[in-house]
Each structure stands twice: as structure tokens, then as C-alpha cells.
């Protein structure tokens, strides 16, 4: 699936459509949107109101007539014309015409590492929307670990593990290739879904979106595996009266609703491992794992993968940014020429 070097060098801008946040990077401009993939509309008209991050504060606060929509859902872009419609809007009239004066407008898109011919399909056609002639799709593990500095043309392993808001990825790379890899649809959404859980059954409490990560905070100071606080305050609505009230959240349930869905991280980290030939492996012991993507800085995340699988953890500096300054990379032709034949995957 993943493009050779020489067609991505051609590209003139590349764009990074996550669950969670759009990015977009543009030759020898840099990286120049960087929001979240929201666009709220007006269902009475059918009109845009507002994309980004002002469609983020809308959540949850608009009156009937106004809908708060994520057109890319699990890594997949769901709603082509509606994805379009915020491209186009976040990119703004001037860079759009900017775009528009190259002769054959190319565009590069990373794809989730198991992402199927549909969802290939969607990334394609959203970009052919916004102007693009042709459209390289590159593999997000591998763009990720080039934009992270790993030194994936070498003959040894490398392992990373990309932690997104749909979903983790991770692989083995060796010489510029994918050689084991896994996709396990489990990310940042999951863990905050499984607090808000927790707070509603336990508590009878619904917790606003903003108020998870000062309780994931909350787990920071002593990580998820060890004892932090003993428990921290936190406000919400009342499931049965609908009124504001105060409650205090064990500190320890919370590590625990948040240990459900990272075994499956786990998981996915063994299977890979399992698929790795022995020598690939012996490497890892010492290289260790590199986590990316915005969910690698969850408090403490980096330490249980630490104790759980005895290697080296270290997050990527910007982990969020890896795979769309990844692709940049590539496009600004960055990358050592001896990684252009073994890209072609
Ligand atoms: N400081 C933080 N602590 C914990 N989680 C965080 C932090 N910053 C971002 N996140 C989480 O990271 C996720 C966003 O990461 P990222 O921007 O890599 O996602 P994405 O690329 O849009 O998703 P995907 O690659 O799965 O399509 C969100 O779920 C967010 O809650
Ligand atoms: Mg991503």
C-alpha cells in the first residue's frame, strides 16, 4: 500500500486524518493545521457553522438544530463529503488557492496498518476533493516511526507502537519494512469511555468530557501500576436528579477501570512480538519500545508497558505530531535513498 519515496518527493501536501485530530502538513511550508477533526452544522440548512476547534467547544452545548459531527471514525474516514467540507475549511481560501496553482496538485494520506480497500478508497477520494490528481497513501506505522527519528533502514529491529484515540498500532520494523504488525481497536477514546463508565455506575455520576483528563491527572504522580492519591474530587451531574454534585473517585477503581481496556494493548504487543523472528526480537530487549500518538502521554502508560513487558519505554518528543511529520519527511525527501526500494511494501 505505502507509496515509494520518488512518488511521495512529488507530493505537495499531506494530511493526517486521525479519529481525534486532522493535521496537515505542506511542502516547504511545514506544519500548518493542527485541530480537531469536528465540524458542527446547521441541520435546519444543511450549512457549516463552525470546524476544529471551535466545533470542539460546541459539544454538548448546542440547541437542537445545531449537530457536532466527526466525519473519520476508528482511523476510517466515514463521511467523505463532510470530511471535505472541513478540509476545506481548516485549510483556509489562501492555501486552497495556493494549492490550486500547481499544475498537478499531489497529495499524500497516512492509512491505518490494516486499513482495507473501502477505507483506502475514502482517504483517496476526500483529498481528490479538495483538488488532488493522484493521492500516496502511506502506512501510519511507517510514517510514524520515520517522524519519530527511528532508524528504520538499518538491519536491526525496531519496535513502535502507535497509541491514537481509535485505536493502537504497533509493529517490528527492519530494514525499512513492516515485519510483524497489529491493530488493536482500543485508544485514547476507549480508556476516557471506561472512566466516564466507572463514574456513572459507581457514582451515578455523568462526568463532562473535559473533566477526564484532570482525573487521569490524578493518577499521574505515582503512574497506573503503583499507589498514587488515595482519591481526588471531582464534579458532575447526577444520573437520577439531574442536579451538579461533588463526588470523591478512589484513585485506585480508576486504575483499575483503565487496566480493562490496556490489557488489550498488551495484547496486541505480545501477538506482534510472537509473529517477530527470534533474532528481530533480541534486538528489542535492548532498543525497547518508542511510543507516538497523543494517547502515549497518558499518565503512567509508558510505565505499565515498562513493568508489564520488562523492555525499554521511552514517547517520542511531540508524540501526537510523529506520523504527520513523518510524511513530511518524506516529502521534503529527508530520508536516506537506501529505504526508497524496501518502503515499497
Ligand atoms: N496529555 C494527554 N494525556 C492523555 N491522553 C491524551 C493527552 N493528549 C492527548 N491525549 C489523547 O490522545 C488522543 C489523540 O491522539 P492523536 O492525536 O494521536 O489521535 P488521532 O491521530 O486523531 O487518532 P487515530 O490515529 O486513532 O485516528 C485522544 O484520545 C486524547 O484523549
Ligand atoms: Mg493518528
Known sequence: MTASLEQLRRCHFAVDLGAARTRVYVKGAGLVIDQPSTAAVNTRTGA???????????????????????PVSGGTVVDIEMAQRMLRQLIGDKMRRTLRRRP?????????????????????????????????????????????????????????MVCGA?????????????????????GGEAVDNAIVQLLRYQHELVLPSQSVRPLQLALHDNGLTSQGPESTEIHGRDVA??????????????????????????????RTLRE?????????VDRGIMMVGGSALLPGLDQMLRRATGMPVHIAERPELCAVQGLGEMLEGRIAPIVLDPLRA
Open 276 to 284: 517477530c523472528p527470534p533474532d528481530l526480537v533480541a534486538d528489542l
Open 241 to 270: 436528579t439531574g442536579l451538579a454534585r461533588c463526588v470523591r473517585v478512589d484513585t485506585a477503581a480508576v486504575r483499575q477501570a483503565i487496566q480493562t481496556p490496556l490489557t488489550a494493548v498488551l495484547d496486541g504487543i505480545g
Open 166 to 186: 481509535a485505536a493502537t498500532q504497533v509493529a517490528v520494523l527492519s530494514l525499512g519494512a513492516i515485519v510483524a504488525a497489529e491493530r488493536v481497536p482500543v
Open 104 to 160: 498537478r496538485l499531489r497529495a499524500a494520506a497516512c492509512v491505518p496498518h490494516d486499513a482495507d480497500p473501502l477505507a483506502q478508497r475514502a482517504a483517496i477520494e476526500t483529498l481528490v476533493g479538495l483538488g488532488a490528481r493522484r493521492v500516496e497513501l502511506v502506512d501510519t506505522l511507517l510514517a510514524a516511526a520515520v517522524g519519530c527519528g527511528l532508524p528504520v533502514e538499518q538491519p536491526e529491529a525496531t519496535m513502535i
Open 48 to 70: 457549516l457553522m463552525a470546524v476544529g476547534e471551535l466545533a470542539e467547544k460546541m459539544t454538548g452545548r448546542t440547541p437542537d438544530y445545531i449537530r457536532v459531527v466527526r
